[in-house]
T-cell receptor, first 111, second 120 residues
Framework: AQTVTQSQPEMSVQEAETVTLSCTYD???????LFWYKQPPSRQMILVIR??????QNATENRFSVNFQKAAKSFSLKISDSQLGDTAMYFC????????FGKGTKLSVIP | DTGVSQDPRHKITKRGQNVTFRCDPI?????LYWYRQTLGQGPEFLTY????????KSRLLSDRFSAERPKGSFSTLEIQRTEQGDSAMYLC??????????????????FGPGTRLTVT
């Protein structure tokens, strides 16, 4: 059984500022992976960043980084230097083959 | 490299009719997944294939739903006797073949644009 919780339904950030989106998860699996996906309005889901649960080192992809706290079962996404194109729904997901998604956080970047 | 494609993009049908959706995965990917996404929610897993074999089905996949991947390439999802509760976005995703080292790349799922189904 697996659950993914995103506690922030909506967030906003000024352009060029930094924002952190929260995610907590619970799983009975030993081998699992965590992902953040971005879904712009009326557009398809895009993989933003991934993290292997057995790795201690936090993943980074350009302006996107994660803070993975395995003991706390927390997997937050930090977006630095926010851009208008970052406006989207952001989904946290976990699993191996079968992904479980959170309900999403709607992020608005304000000019 | 073309991404995952889905057809049709939109489908409006009357309650009780049957509908079929198609998904074409990224060409070298041997795993294919179906998810359903309703308004304001994250995607929910329905089923997945490795090559031609359907390996897992969610309890969300009622008897009215059937998925196939006959040649291990494209997949179809059929809904029989549609109900208004079936209205949703149906998403397809694919992931790369397993490597001997079982790298993370094998678990990254790439999504198509989805088929939006409206049942009237």
């Amino acid at each position: 059984a697996q659950t993914v919780t995103q506690s922030q339904p909506e967030m906003s950030v000024q352009e060029a500022e930094t924002v952190t989106l929260s995610c907590t998860y619970d799983t009975s699996e030993n081998n699992y992976y965590l992902f953040w996906y971005k879904q712009p309005p009326s557009r398809q889901m895009i993989l933003v960043i991934r993290q292997e649960a057995y790795k201690q080192q936090n993943a980074t992809e350009n302006r996107f980084s994660v803070n993975f706290q395995k003991a706390a079962k927390s997997f937050s996404l930090k977006i630095s230097d926010s851009q208008l194109g970052d406006t989207a729904m952001y989904f946290c997901a976990g699993g191996s083959y079968q992904l479980t998604f959170g309900k999403g956080t709607k992020l608005s970047v304000i000019p | 490299d073309t991404g995952v494609s889905q057809d049709p993009r939109h489908k409006i049908t009357k309650r009780g009719q049957n509908v079929t959706f198609r998904c074409d995965p990224i060409s070298e990917h041997n795993r294919l997944y179906w998810y359903r996404q309703t308004l304001g929610q994250g995607p929910e897993f329905l089923t997945y294939f490795q090559n031609e074999a359907q390996l897992e089905k969610s309890r969300l996949l009622s008897d009215r739903f059937s998925a196939e991947r006959p040649k291990g390439s494209f997949s179809t999802l059929e809904i029989q006797r549609t109900e208004q509760g079936d209205s949703a976005m149906y998403l397809c995703a694919s992931s790369a073949a397993l490597s001997a080292a079982l790298t993370l790349l094998s678990y990254e799922q790439y999504f198509g644009p989805g088929t939006r189904l409206t049942v009237t």
